[in-house]
């Protein structure tokens, strides 16, 4: 099986030397609006106009704008290819099905004069849960050089990817919460020892995916980002089919080794997968300490 993905995001203003999300539905129904949705597949197209066309097809013929191969262990591949597992994860991933990059076998890079730098990446993907290698993926992921910060833009296409079937399990879970008397919480995972616990780790990884959305929207040429901890996540009041949780995640920039705090709404059903309804970025230093009942399910 193979199937083609494509997105254009806008740009967002910066707050604190990082961009904030707007938080109303219609824009955080941006990274959709591109997408296509027919018999279950996604299709849309990277946006580039007639002149970005015409910039690229002449670097391609000019020596002097080389088309430039990457050591696929360094910085440069390595954060292209993150970008992509970012997009992957947030439009295919579920409570039990969470996207990582296993190896990036090939890397190259090119410059659009006036437009930005164009990764083309080819890699493996590992899925968490099961540790199985599902497939290989080709991307490429334009980063726009804009005064104010833009989401890379991510056309990737990938072999088998979806062959992992876990309907079963995510109909299973989201049937037990929503019979549950009481909403679900959890605190501090994994806990300082790195551990989860068995029941928690579907809203891990459901605070993985939406945390995805995050990290490919504030991703750059100078980023690096991995979900380091989900500090709390509740169970909101929802009034139609979909589940609705609020998450604080921490992020972890490997570059600058900063770590930021994001709150974050995420909403999830089996068929409709997960969606990101509201975030922004906390100001250090305003988390609460966990309590002494970290998990309830």
């Not at 989201?174 to 068995?198: A, F, L, R, V």
């Not at 490997?254 to 975030?279: D, F, L, Y």
Request: aromatic residues 8%; glycine residues 4%; proline residues 5%.
């Amino acid at each position: 099986m193979r199937w083609t993905l494509w997105i254009v995001l806008g740009l967002f203003p910066l707050i604190d030397g990082h961009p904030t999300l707007k938080t109303d539905q219609n824009s955080l129904e941006t990274a959709d609006a591109a997408l296509n949705h027919q018999n279950g597949s996604l299709n849309s197209v990277l946006h580039l106009d007639d002149t970005e066309k015409a910039a690229l097809e002449t670097t391609r013929n000019d020596p002097a704008f080389p088309m430039k191969e990457l050591n696929t262990s360094h910085y440069p591949a390595t954060r292209a290819a993150k970008v992509a597992q970012h997009y992957l994860n947030y439009h295919h991933g579920s409570p039990f099905k969470w996207f990582m990059v296993h190896a990036v076998k090939k890397a190259s890079s090119e410059d659009i004069p006036e437009v930005g730098k164009k990764y083309h990446i080819q890699f493996s993907v590992q899925e968490q849960a099961t540790k199985e290698i599902v497939g290989n993926c080709t991307a490429e992921i334009l980063f726009r050089h804009t005064e104010v910060q833009s989401a890379p833009e991510v056309n990737c296409t990938c072999d088998d990817l979806l062959k992992i079937k876990t309907s079963d399990a995510d109909h299973a879970l989201y049937h037990h919460i929503k019979h549950q008397p009481e909403p679900m919480t959890g605190m501090d995972i994994p806990d300082s020892h790195g551990n989860i616990p068995k029941e928690m780790e579907p809203f891990w990884y459901l605070g993985g995916i939406g945390a995805s959305f995050i990290m490919w929207q504030q991703s750059n040429e100078s980023t690096l980002y991995n979900m380091a901890h989900v500090h709390s996540v509740k169970q909101l009041n929802s009034e139609n089919d979909l589940l609705a949780f609020e998450y604080v995640v921490l992020l972890h920039d490997m570059v600058s080794q900063e770590i930021i705090h994001w709150h974050m709404q995420v909403a999830w059903n089996p068929t409709q997968g997960v969606k990101v309804t509201q975030c922004h970025l906390l100001p250090k230093g305003t988390l609460k300490q966990p309590s002494a009942e970290k998990h309830k399910i």
